[in-house]
Structures are given as C-alpha cells and as structure tokens.
C-alpha cells in the first residue's frame, strides 16, 4: 500500500502536485481539502484526488505527507491550526509559497514541540490562471523547486519529499528563507509591481488619449501579462516580503531617477550603454530553464491575411491533437502577410506543431 498525501487548497499549484505525485506514485492515496467546497469536489472528479476531506483538519494520523497550498497569509493560520491536530510520528509538513521567511518563522514557533518534520518547499513556476482547472502535471517541468529546510530536518526526509513529487520534473535546490525572499523579490514579486504600476498608468492615460487601450494590444499587453494573477495571492506574497520589496523600492527609484536624468539630458551614449547592457544580460538568461515567470514555447507563422486563417491553423493542430495555451495575430495588414504567435506548454508541443503546419499547409514557421 502506498503512502497517503493530504492537500490543502486543491487551486493551480495544490492539484498540479497532485497530478505530478500521481505520475510516478499511482499507488499513493491522495485526500484533499478546499475552504471551497465545489473546487473539491471537481478535483477529486477530474481524477486529481482520491478522496475529498468534509473538514480541513481531522485527524491526520495515517497521513505521511501534508502540503499546503494556499494562499500564504491562509499557510500561516494552517500552520498555527495543525497545532492541535493528531499527526503521524515523522510526517512530512510541507507548503509551496511563494514566500518563506514568514512560514518558515511561523513553522519554528508552533510546531516545534511536535514530532514532525516541516520542509518550507517553493515550486518556482506558474501561471496568471487560477484553480483546480488550470492544474497540470507537467507545470513544473524544468522549473526550480526551492526548498528551504532549517538544520533539524533530516536529509532522508528531504529524500522522501524529492521522491514524492519527482514527477514534477523539476530541479530540486536549496536555499536558506532569507535569500529565497530576496531573490524572489527582485525576479518575481518586484516585477509584479512593476506590471501592475505600467497598467495604472495607461489607464490613468486613457482619460486623454482613448486610443490607449487599442495600441496597447501587442507588447503592452506581453510585458504587463502577469499584472492579470490572482489579486488576493499576490497581496499576500507582498506583506510576506515586505523587507525585500521595501529595498527594491527604494533601488527601483534610484535606478529609474539615473534614466530620467540621462532623458532629461539627452545623453544618448549613456541611454545606449542602459539598453546595450539590459540587452546583453538579458540575452545572456537560460532559456530552456524555466523561471518564476514562465516563458511560454512561442511559435511564429506568417500567414496569409484572410478571414478564417485563425481557424484554419487551429483547424491543423486539432487534427493532431496538439493543445495550445494562447494565439494572437502580432501585425496585418492588408494584401501582405500577417504574422501568427501560437504559445504551447512545452516545447515538445512546439516542435510537433512546427511539423504538424508544414505538413498541412506550405506556411513558414520560425522561433524568435
Ligand atoms: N500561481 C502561481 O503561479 C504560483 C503560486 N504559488 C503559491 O501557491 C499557493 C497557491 O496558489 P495557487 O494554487 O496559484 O492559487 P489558487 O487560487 O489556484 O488556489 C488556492 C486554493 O486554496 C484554497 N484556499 C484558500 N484558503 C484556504 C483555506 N483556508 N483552506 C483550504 N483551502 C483554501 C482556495 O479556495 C483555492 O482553491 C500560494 O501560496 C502561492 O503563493 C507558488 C508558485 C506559483
Ligand atoms: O506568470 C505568473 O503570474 C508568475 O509569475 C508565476 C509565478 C507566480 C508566483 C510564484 O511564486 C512563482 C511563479
């Protein structure tokens, strides 16, 4: 008999563990709780758990491995409420926020006279979509999976844990909570900030110039894409790392003052070197890794411009069975060709739609 997982929030990442953990462990038992009872119930429908839990805390005795999946200000009330709750000898408390320092703290002072074992666990992949409907087992794939375990917890437990949701497919690392919460500031949490501040101020723009809102269709709407995330998730991740972000801040405005002075001044070969610079680092990034903000596997088409060749390209990928995450006309213009983006989840979707589309038509595919 298989060990037995209870989830805590059956949202994107609690029912993406789950699938992950039933890729590789079909034999483990998997009990989940929702504070929303319909998320439940279509979870343990759609085969991404066993079983759904009537309350969140019972008794928990015969369960081996406990995650929270909520969001992190709910992580920390479910800690402090396992307190009191039955526990097997040993068992394994993890969670997958997006934050540490708070939970890791809050873990030490309320569970440290019980025998278990808490793993602070942070899977660095997601997406702006929420729910038990967008979860997939593949989420994880190639992402980094930050572990932040204090000294007392023994490496065979981190060993177990890895074991688990091996399935995820993703890199397991270390780190201490502290430079998890910094680093994830300046490459997840910040850019949150920023996106939601670029929105603001078109918005804020629109009042004068009402065009706004249709040019901001194509790189706008790329760059400030994770400004659409769970408002509720993210106000969270922002209080828990209020001491990172404060410092961002303060560099942000720093940073941004120098660049409107090089503005101001019209210091071409400064602005240059600021671009040139970003440009080099940026190029530099890995990208077959994924990171906190997931690249999507983009592939461009250029197609004729005519009613009905959306439909047609979907109409191609259908045939194959191959699913697509997002499709968008970057630029068309009357008589010439339009360019078509077409987003998968992984890159092995990309690859057999590139073979799936010459196969079917003569259109030419590229990869920016
Ligand atoms: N969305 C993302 O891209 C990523 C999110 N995370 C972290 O994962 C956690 C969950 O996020 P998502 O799955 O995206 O959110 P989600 O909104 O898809 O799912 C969260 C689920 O938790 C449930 N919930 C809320 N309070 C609860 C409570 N007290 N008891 C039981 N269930 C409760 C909600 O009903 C919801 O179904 C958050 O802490 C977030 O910081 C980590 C990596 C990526
Ligand atoms: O696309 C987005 O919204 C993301 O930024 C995904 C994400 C959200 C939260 C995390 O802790 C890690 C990754």
Redesign the pocket.
């Known amino acids: 008999m298989g060990k037995t997982v209870y989830i805590?929030?059956?949202?994107?990442?609690?029912g993406s563990i789950a699938l992950a953990i039933k890729r590789d462990h079909p034999d483990v038992h998997i009990i989940g709780?929702?504070?929303?009872k319909n998320?439940c119930s279509l979870a343990e429908k759609i085969g991404v758990i066993d079983e759904c839990s009537e309350t969140?805390l019972p008794d928990l005795e015969h369960v081996d491995v406990i995650f929270i999946?909520?969001?992190?200000e709910?992580?920390l009330?479910?800690i402090r409420e396992l307190k009191d709750v039955k526990l097997k000898k040993g068992v394994i408390i993890t969670d997958?926020?997006?934050t540490k320092e708070k939970i890791i703290q809050c873990a030490e002072q309320e569970l440290s006279d019980r025998e278990i074992v808490f793993i602070g666990g942070?899977?660095?992949?997601?997406?702006h979509k929420?729910?038990?409907v967008a979860a997939r087992p593949h989420l994880f794939e190639n992402a980094f999976y930050i572990f932040t375990p204090t000294e007392k917890v023994p490496a065979e437990k981190i060993e177990e844990l890895i074991d688990l949701i091996k399935g995820t497919k993703a890199n397991f690392i270390e780190l201490s909570p502290v430079e998890h919460d910094q680093i994830t500031g300046v490459i997840s949490h910040f850019p949150h900030i920023v996106a939601a501040g670029l929105v603001f101020q078109a918005e804020k723009y629109e009042e004068k110039f009402p065009l706004v809102k249709r040019l901001a269709a194509g790189g706008f709407r790329d760059i400030t894409r994770i400004a659409s995330?769970?408002p509720a998730?993210w106000r969270d991740?922002l209080i828990h790392n209020r001491n990172s972000l404060l410092q961002l801040f303060d560099d942000w405005i720093e940073e941004m003052n120098r660049l409107k002075e090089f503005v101001a001044k019209e210091q071409g070969d400064e602005l240059f070197s600021y671009f040139n610079n970003a440009k080099q680092y940026r190029d530099e990034l890995p990208e077959k890794q994924k990171g906190a903000i997931p690249s999507f596997y983009d592939l461009y088409i250029d197609v004729p411009d005519y009613p009905g060749i959306i439909s047609e390209v979907t109409g191609y990928l259908a045939k194959e069975e191959i699913s697509l995450t997002n499709i968008r006309i970057i630029e068309t213009r009357e008589e010439i060709y339009g360019v078509l983006r077409l987003s998968f989840q992984t890159e092995r979707d990309r690859e057999n739609a590139i073979k799936c589309i010459s196969k079917y038509s003569d259109y030419e595919t590229f990869i920016v």
Do not use: C, F, R, W
């Open positions: 805590i929030g059956l949202g994107l990442i609690g709780y929702d504070i929303n998320q969140k999946s909520t969001p992190v709910e992580t009330k479910i997958v926020g997006s942070h899977p660095m992949a997601g997406s929420s729910g038990v995330s769970n998730m991740i």
